[in-house]
């Protein structure tokens, strides 16, 4: 828990997590969306990226998702 009095720092903030969908036959999701996007966003400071193909499963997800795309 930040104790100090920003207004916004993500090491203040609670990580924000992020769901990422695709699948399909029409791109290489796993290589571009799970792989590479969610390495991608897993650099920057205060997120967590995760993928998921199957789109049965954003209810699951969406319980401690912050943002999904």
């Excluded at 920003?6 to 924000?16: G, L, R």
């Amino acid at each position: 828990m930040c104790q100090s009095k920003c207004t916004f720092i993500a090491s203040c903030a609670k990580k924000k997590n992020i769901l990422v969908v695709g699948g399909g036959g029409s791109h290489d999701f796993n290589r571009w969306y799970k792989i590479e996007d969610t390495q991608l966003i897993n650099t920057i400071e205060g997120v967590h990226a995760t993928y998921t193909d199957n789109t049965d499963s954003i209810r699951f997800y969406l319980k401690t998702t912050d943002l999904w795309c």
